[in-house]
């Protein structure tokens, strides 16, 4: 299997939305991959961290899938959340990722387990060895407990044919140089932090998988095609605006922040599983602040 890069330019990490009952929200969620797809989004990824994959069941992770790509109709790809701590249940989760037609996976890296590299390396090669569906690995130390390091993300792209890219999400520049600089011609480099998305394409990178884009596609996006063509003067005047909101994203627990947003927006009803919670009021406000300032909600006062 020849590599291929399975995007350029933002996918988003898209919020699961639960209706106040507790289960999926099929109309909003339906309604939220077309809001992406609208505003030029270049990939959608559904059932990751950011869609609370760690507390949907096997069923309802099934079911986000393949609502997002019945929805997404072959318009842009749909590249699944696939992860899990255990290496059986992440082949289960590709393996059926695979059978309905998703265009790739995302693979988080096992968390609490604390595997080596060659318990890392190991992992994604009897993920791949199930099936040839292109495998992004999603490098998250700050939640997983453990890092891929340059040296086994580079030895997995160079050995195991079906994995086609990587999530960075280590916040460690040096890093992603590093993969940056040794990695094959097709293996795609995707930003895992929004703050940092800018650099990484001007070091090399292919773009994003982006948590501010579930709530402003279209300049966000913006902001990457203008980096990814070169026009890095209108990209940082882009990045720039939106900083305050993709800093504000995270001063709570992904994807706390987000969902209160979009509920801010109309989008969404604002509904979290536990542990998951409601923001502070504190959150509250900067967030209602800052996506007054972009837009996205009206200013009481004006009103």
């Known amino acids: 299997m020849i590599k291929r890069k399975l995007f350029r330019g933002t996918g988003v990490a898209l919020i699961t939305p639960f209706n106040k009952n507790g289960a999926i ?79 790739g996976v995302l693979s988080v890296a096992p968390y609490y387990n604390k595997p080596t590299q060659e318990g890392l390396f190991r992992h994604y090669g009897e993920i791949a060895e199930a099936t040839d569906i292109p495998i992004i690995i999603y490098n998250v130390p700050g939640r997983t407990g453990s890092n891929i390091t340059a040296e086994t993300t580079l030895r997995l792209a160079e050995e195991i044919p079906n994995v086609v890219a990587v999530k960075e ?52 996006g913006d902001m990457i095609r203008h980096s990814l063509s070169g026009d890095f003067e209108s990209a940082r005047k882009l990045h720039y605006r939106l900083l305050p909101l993709m800093n504000v994203n995270f001063i709570e627990s ?5 969902k209160a947003a979009l509920a801010m927006m109309g989008m969404i009803e604002e509904v979290y599983r536990l542990p998951l919670v409601p923001p502070s009021d504190s959150t ?15 200013n009481p006062v004006n009103a």
């Open 25 to 103: 929200d099929e109309r909003r969620l339906r309604e939220l991959v077309e809001f992406q797809i609208s505003n030029g989004i270049e990939a959608i990824l559904p059932a990751g961290t950011t869609g609370e994959s760690a507390t949907l069941s096997h069923a309802e992770h099934h079911q986000v899938m393949e609502i997002a790509m019945d929805q997404a109709n072959h318009r842009v790809p749909v590249i699944v959340g696939a992860g899990s701590n255990s290496t059986r249940e992440a082949i289960s989760l590709t393996v059926h990722a695979k059978s309905v037609g998703a265009d």
């Open 169 to 220: 999400a280590s916040g460690n520049i040096s890093q992603i140089m590093e993969i940056l600089r040794g990695k094959p011609e097709n293996f795609a480099v995707y930003s895992g932090d929004d703050a940092i998305a800018l650099a990484v394409i001007a070091l090399g990178g292919d773009g994003v998988i982006s948590v501010a884009a579930n709530e402003i596609p279209k300049m966000f």
């Open 254 to 258: 992904n994807p706390i922040p987000v």
């Open 284 to 298: 509250r406000e900067k967030l209602r602040k800052i996506l007054i300032d972009l837009e996205l909600v009206q």
